[in-house]
């Protein structure tokens, strides 16, 4: 499996990340490095082995049904770049 | 369990310039999960409050803050499966949806597209007394719901709200097996019923606590059952998915528009072209939403902050023994019960806050003539005025003594509905009514004979033309019922008329 300049356009795009056209090839490259590196994983033989979630016996952690956070609106727009009125103010998106 | 023996409603039946055509429906309603904190933070799911303060550092994606599942939006998912009576996974995972949108700070929806916590089930959908669909249910699985944007608070930017981030969604998926627009509305509406019996979804569909997306394609007569026999989803034709719908009106006529739609293509020699669209209340059309196509690639993985949810088959055991009376089982009982049509079980059964009130109406009285007043006389009345039952000026034990009235003979049918109409507006005991504005019949055949008399010998010419034609007695009657003012007991009335007549 190989990567080529579109896919990695691609995939760029899908995560909003900027990357110029001299950069794709570098980005590509790296791609079908880690994409090698799976490849190699794949030669495993995992045929009725369930699969690893945790190395140590961990239940998920639940929580209980009760309001612990909130209440503090200022304190989630404070990093935005523009907030107004108490939203989040972005480029206008509109379907 | 009882079980009212129904025949599938046939299906909708268009026709084309060329041919007739049916259609093929499926449904993906996204329910919020009645809960005080979200899925996966602490904040609140309450509805209406100020921008941005119902927002935990989690639902912003902070760097750094990781998501602990709320168990009870879990009991609720295993609660609404257990209603749909679905297969529970013991085993199921939570897994990332990735996409860019504004109202979605992760950029991602924890989701589960592998391993949903609730597998198949199956909803009943009354389409009439003795008709209904069978409607399968695929699968529900747990996920987020997403911020809310808005576009016209000004005009180059859009403000974004997140206060539904990260809100519990259960999305049940329908299989296709669903046949016109009306079983589409009734679908939800059944949904929304054994939900809100469950107190899982609150169904409230103007504040988003019920959506619905819809899946629609056209086939030929005959090819659904093709479908039915080998399972080849090919025959049914390219479906569209109409995105986002929030009234069981809109969803109809989407259905209907869309269905138009590609039946006009296909007719054209064209070809439907799988996509999203979305419909326009405004036009009542539907339109492609093209942003959405490159965005399908969603790019689903495990979720690695979260470990595969593992529950016990005991914990689901305690969940279902806790299960309420469902709106098909208590419908049946009803109806065997109490004597009353389905028609009428339907109506009492609709919602569970209604049932519960007629039963108490109903105990230790006649269900049917309780069936009569609880859905004639009072429904009919507060629907009048825009009211729910909870908002009834007449409580259970009022109609109940109304009821106990009549059938002790104290008054007569009549008079009840006044009597109704005077405990609905002023309140107060009806016995007591009764007594003090002596409303009480008049069964003592003495007086009623008395005044018979006088009005016979007032008017003997009306005796003479009543004598040839005895039809004429009902003026009699009449005239009785007025100069007691509506107390006399008609039937005794009437038989005494009849006798003195016929002297």
Not at chain 2, 200 to 220: F, H, I, P, Y
Not at chain 2, 386 to 391: A, P, Q, T, V
Not at chain 2, 452 to 465: F, G, S, T, Y
Request: glycine fraction near 8%; aromatic fraction near 6%; charge should be negative.
């Amino acid at each position: 499996m190989s990567i080529d300049l579109e896919t990695a356009r691609r995939v760029a795009h899908l995560a909003r990340i900027a990357v110029s056209d001299e950069d794709l090839p570098a980005l590509a490259d790296e791609f079908n490095t880690i994409l090698g590196f799976i490849e190699q994983l794949n030669e495993v033989d995992v045929d009725g082995v369930e699969p690893m979630t945790s190395v140590t016996p961990m239940r998920l952690k639940r929580r209980p049904d009760e309001i612990t956070a909130g209440g503090y609106a200022e304190r989630i727009l404070s990093n935005a770049p523009d907030a107004r009125e108490g939203f989040f103010a972005v480029p206008k998106v509109v379907e | 369990m009882l079980d009212l023996a129904h025949e599938a409603p046939k299906p909708k039946v268009i026709s084309g310039a060329k041919s007739d055509w049916e259609l093929v429906i499926g449904l993906e309603v996204h329910a919020q999960v009645s809960s005080k904190a979200k899925l996966f933070s602490g904040a609140s799911t309450r509805f209406g409050a100020e921008p941005n303060s119902n927002v935990a550092f989690v639902d912003a994606a902070m760097p750094g803050m990781l998501p602990v599942v709320n168990e009870f939006c879990i009991a609720q998912a295993v609660r609404t499966g257990l209603g749909l009576k679905a297969q529970i996974n013991l085993v199921s995972a939570f897994d990332r949806k990735n996409y860019f949108y504004p109202d979605l700070p992760q950029g991602y929806q924890i989701s589960q597209l592998y391993h949903p916590l609730v597998g198949e089930g199956e909803v009943l959908v009354d389409m009439g007394p003795g008709v209904a669909r069978r409607v399968r249910i695929e699968r529900i699985h747990v996920e987020q719901d997403a911020g809310k944007s808005i576009h016209d608070m000004d005009p180059t930017m859009s403000f974004v709200d997140l206060n539904r981030t990260g809100v519990a969604l259960m999305e049940i998926v329908s299989r296709p097996d669903i046949r016109g627009p009306e079983e589409a509305a009734a679908y939800v509406a059944k949904l929304r019923q054994i939900m809100r019996y469950l107190g899982t979804c609150d169904g409230n569909m103007q504040n988003g606590s019920l959506r619905a997306d819809v899946n629609v394609s056209v086939c030929k007569p005959g090819d659904y059952e093709r479908y039915q026999e080998t399972g080849d989803h090919r025959v049914l034709g390219t479906r569209c998915e109409i995105k986002n719908m929030n009234s069981m009106r809109f969803i109809q006529a989407a259905i209907e528009y869309e269905a138009r739609r590609q039946i006009a293509i296909l007719e054209d020699g064209g070809s439907i072209v799988q996509e999203t669209r979305l419909y326009d209340p405004d036009t009542g059309e539907t339109r492609s939403m093209r942003s959405k196509e490159e965005a399908h690639d969603y790019r689903y993985f495990p979720d690695p902050d979260l470990l595969p949810l593992e529950i016990e088959q005991d914990w689901v055991d305690e969940i279902a023994a806790t299960l309420p009376e469902l709106p098909d089982e208590k419908k049946a009982r009803f109806v065997t019960e109490y004597g009353m049509t389905e028609y009428d079980a339907g109506v009492l059964t609709a919602e569970t806050e209604n049932a519960a009130f007629f039963e108490e109406v109903a105990r230790g009285r006649d269900g049917k003539a309780a069936a009569n007043w609880v859905i004639n006389d009072l429904f009919g009345r507060l629907r009048k005025e825009g009211h729910g039952i909870g908002e009834s000026p007449v409580s259970s034990g009022q109609l109940g003594g109304i009821l106990d009235l009549i059938a002790k003979g104290d008054i007569s049918g009549k008079i009840a509905k006044d009597l109704f109409d005077i405990v609905y507006t002023e309140g107060g005991d009806p016995a007591e009514i009764v007594e003090a504005r002596r409303m009480r019949q008049v069964t003592d055949t003495g007086a009623i004979e008395a005044e018979v008399d006088k009005i016979i010998a007032a008017n003997p010419a009306q005796v003479e033309k009543a004598k040839a034609n005895p039809k004429l007695a009902g003026w009699f009657v009449g005239q009785v019922m007025k100069a007691t003012g509506g107390k006399a007991n008609p039937q005794a009335v009437n038989e005494i008329v009849s006798r003195k007549l016929g002297d």
